[in-house]
């Protein structure tokens, strides 16, 4: 896998992909940046959503739940000092379909956060706290 990072102006870069995608990364104002878009960071998080949500997504789906979305909910805290690393993650997927079953959800996210997240392996081996928990939302 391979991407690349093109220094744009003050403190805004663009990210290209292997794939063929890119994606503009920008500080906070505060630190010369105009907001075009996410930070770096919030970029190490979306990525850590999207592998999670992948594997929820793909087991639940193999296990023939009749899911019609999934959305995972990040909240993260920092260390105080620089380097300012994630110390805690937290995913919270709220599961809907019809009768969707809670042992099903609850063995996806097992198996998401104890075998197949790339992201999320790497950065608890990394000392990251990474916890879990879901909901499931009956489908109409």
Same mark, same amino acid.
């Given at each position: ?53 992948? &594997?929820? @997504?793909?087991? +639940? #789906?193999?296990? $023939?739940? /009749?899911?019609? &979305?999934? @959305?995972?909910? +990040? #909240?993260?805290? $920092?260390? /105080?000092?620089?380097?300012? @690393? ?55």
């Amino acid at each position: 896998m391979q991407t690349s990072v093109h220094w744009l102006e003050n403190v805004a870069f663009e990210a290209k992909s292997e794939s063929g995608h890119h994606i503009v990364m920008d500080g906070a104002e505060a630190y010369g940046g105009q907001n075009r878009g996410p930070r770096p960071m919030e970029l190490i998080l979306m990525g850590l959503g999207g592998c999670a949500s992948f &594997d929820i @997504v793909t087991i +639940l #789906k193999k296990s $023939r739940q /009749d899911v019609s &979305d999934v @959305v995972c909910q +990040l #909240k993260a805290e $920092r260390a /105080d000092s620089i380097p300012s @690393v994630f110390t805690k993650i937290h995913l919270h997927f709220v599961v809907t379909g019809k009768a969707v079953k809670e042992k099903q959800v609850a063995k996806a996210v097992e198996l998401s956060a104890e075998k197949y997240c790339s992201a999320s392996k790497m950065l608890s081996d990394g000392g990251v706290e990474i916890t879990h928990d879901f909901e499931i939302i009956e489908a109409e």
